[in-house]
């Protein structure tokens, strides 16, 4: 079983920043591909960014691209989320979310080769 607890939402101006954290239990946390979801009212669940085991391979959707930075700490734990020049379109609630195959070296851009999801933190970004 992994938990998975994210924290860092808020509430920003357009232009602004924010970084999400995942913290997430279990000891073999460095062997996960890791990925940031999210959510907007009356919308489906959208792929952000996936990062490998490793951290040398990461994804992210176009909309973001150049703006969100996806890394992680293995000792932490933790994946992270820099977002940057924050648009009032990326308002939504965020999910952490685990892929426990162990190893992957191309992480997934689909919600349903991961295992484990976080409660979600909210992101709001006033224009």
């Known amino acids: 079983q992994v938990q998975l607890v994210e924290s860092g939402g808020g509430l920003v101006q357009a232009g602004g920043s924010l970084k999400l954290s995942c913290v997430a239990s279990?000891?073999?946390?460095?062997?996960?591909?890791m990925a940031w979801f999210r959510q907007a009212p009356g919308k489906e669940r959208e792929f952000v960014a996936a990062i490998s085991w490793s951290g040398v391979n990461t994804d992210y959707v176009d909309s973001v691209k150049g703006r969100f930075t996806i890394s992680r700490d293995n000792a932490k734990n933790t994946v992270y989320l820099q977002m940057n020049s924050l648009k009032p379109e990326d308002t939504a609630v965020y999910y952490c979310?685990?892929?426990?195959?162990?190893?992957?070296?191309?992480?997934?851009?689909?919600?349903?080769?991961?295992?484990?999801w976080g409660q979600g933190t909210q992101v709001t970004v006033s224009s």
């Open positions: 279990g000891r073999t946390f460095s062997s996960y591909a």
């Open positions: 979310a685990a892929d426990v195959t162990g190893w992957r070296t191309t992480p997934s851009d689909n919600n349903q080769e991961y295992d484990y």
